[in-house]
């Protein structure tokens, strides 16, 4: 069964920063595409950050330049530094992954990222 475990959330003041993980188990398929998406209260889930397999990155205008996402392949991990954190970043962050023969795409449970003086 696959499973996508995300941590590193926490809470943290403006201008600090945090880096999240996830690691997906439970699969010997490649993981192809690895994503963080956000979720604040009262707000869609939006795409923050993603990643191929061959390292090709994408993010959204919020973030760029202040969030890094990267991915270790031989432990089919994805990261996401967070620098430079503003309150409103604040949100349910969920790493999101799909993968080379596997139909549709999985989720974690979400990790709190907080942003407050």
Known sequence: ????????????????????????????????????YRQAPGKQRELVAAISSGGTTS?????KGRFTISRDNAKNTAY?????LKPEDAAVYYCNANFFGIDGDFWGQGTQVTVSS
């Open 80 to 84: 996401l530094q967070m620098n430079s």
């Open 1 to 36: 069964q696959v499973q996508l475990v995300e941590s590193g959330g926490g809470l943290v003041q403006p201008g600090e920063s945090l880096r999240l993980s996830c690691a997906v188990s439970g699969t010997d398929f490649s993981v192809h595409v690895m994503g963080w």
């Open 59 to 63: 993010y959204s205008d919020s973030v």
